[in-house]
């Protein structure tokens, strides 16, 4: 019996921190209608028009700061990602890595599992809280790469169409919050002084997504009530927060911005901001939160080498070892 496909399925990044790769990556990123569900005759030329003519070469200063020797830090992590599952599940499983919106591409990543015979496929979206803007997009495109065709009425380039199932959102799953506990204890373990705040920052959404049915914020704020339990902090010692504002839309908050920023009025002195709902370090962590972040805390009266930023889980033994047993839960029928 062939082996057991496993897609594991990230965002995307640009392959280098230039404005030649970075506009691509937005122009996929933000032409995604999960992401940004206005209508395409009024967004289009807004995005071609203005937004890509500015915003790579922003950007791409950015991704500079955050780049690595290697490349990205999130391909970097994520293919140690890939590469710690795969040795976990061994060889009744194929493990492959699918960014949305940059190579190795979901189209790649079936067709590398296809051409190896395997007719049954797990995909695992590397996001533990259900997003329409990331999860629902995931689903599209495994399916459509699965089915041949690029849309629902698009031409279809291939027969056979394997089997599918995906992981569902784990935000309140044992292991998940158990692999958070440990990565950041041991993180503070290290530290000479502990924090004595801690922020958890979530990538944010609109609030018209969430009035019309996205379940990502009361997820969010279920990962950080669990999460905080298991740390034994105490309500007024963490609060929860939302990054990544774009656009002129009513965004669901607090914003983590304003937040950092009010911090030292408040008498915090040694904040810790994490994020719950990145499992991979990239430019929203390295840079938003812990660059940026340390920023708006001294620029509120903070002292900004007293300002910590935790990294994400990337390739934590215990956060693996929980993706390993959630594939093998998923392939239950699959397996003999």
């Not at 002084?193 to 922020?199: E, H, L």
Request: glycine letters at 8%; one cysteine or more; proline letters at 7%.
């Amino acid at each position: 019996m062939s082996p057991i496909g496993v897609v594991l399925s990230q965002i995307g990044t640009p392959l280098e921190p230039t404005s030649k790769f970075v506009r691509p990556y937005l122009r996929r990123f933000l032409s995604d209608r999960r992401v940004i569900d206005y209508s395409p005759w009024l967004w289009q030329p807004l995005l071609r028009g203005i937004i890509l003519r500015a915003r790579p070469r922003k950007s791409a200063k950015l991704y500079r700061e955050i780049w690595q020797e290697e490349g990205s830090p999130l391909l970097i992590h994520s293919l140690a990602q890939q590469a710690g599952l795969q040795s976990r599940l061994g060889a009744e499983y194929q493990v492959e890595l699918a960014l949305a919106y940059s190579e190795p591409s979901m189209e790649q990543a079936m067709a590398s599992l296809e051409s190896a015979g395997i007719t049954r496929i797990i995909i695992v979206p590397l996001f533990p809280q259900y997003s329409s803007t990331t999860s629902a997009s995931v689903y599209d495109q495994a399916c459509f790469a699965a089915l041949g065709r690029r849309s629902a009425n698009g031409s279809v380039s291939k027969r056979f169409v394997p089997a599918l199932r995906f992981v569902d959102a784990y935000y309140s799953e044992p292991g998940y919050i158990s692999a958070m506990q440990s990565h950041l204890s041991r993180y503070l373990e290290e530290m000479a002084d502990a924090p004595d705040y801690y922020v958890l920052s979530f990538h944010g959404i609109p609030k018209r997504y969430v009035a019309t049915g996205d379940p990502y914020p009361e997820q969010c704020m279920e990962t950080a009530r669990l999460l905080a339990n298991a740390m034994g902090w105490a309500p007024d010692r963490y609060e929860v927060t939302f990054q990544s504002r774009f656009g002129p839309e009513e965004w669901v908050g607090p914003a983590t911005s304003e937040v950092l920023g009010q911090l030292a009025g408040r008498g915090i002195k040694r904040p810790l901001i994490f994020s719950p709902g990145l499992v991979t370090d990239c430019l929203e962590t390295l840079h938003e939160l812990a660059i940026e972040g340390r920023e708006q805390f001294a620029a509120g009266g903070g002292e900004a080498g007293h300002f910590l930023a935790a990294p994400c889980l990337n390739d934590h033994v215990q956060w693996l070892d929980f993706l390993s047993l959630q594939v093998e839960k998923n392939a239950m029928g699959w397996t003999d």
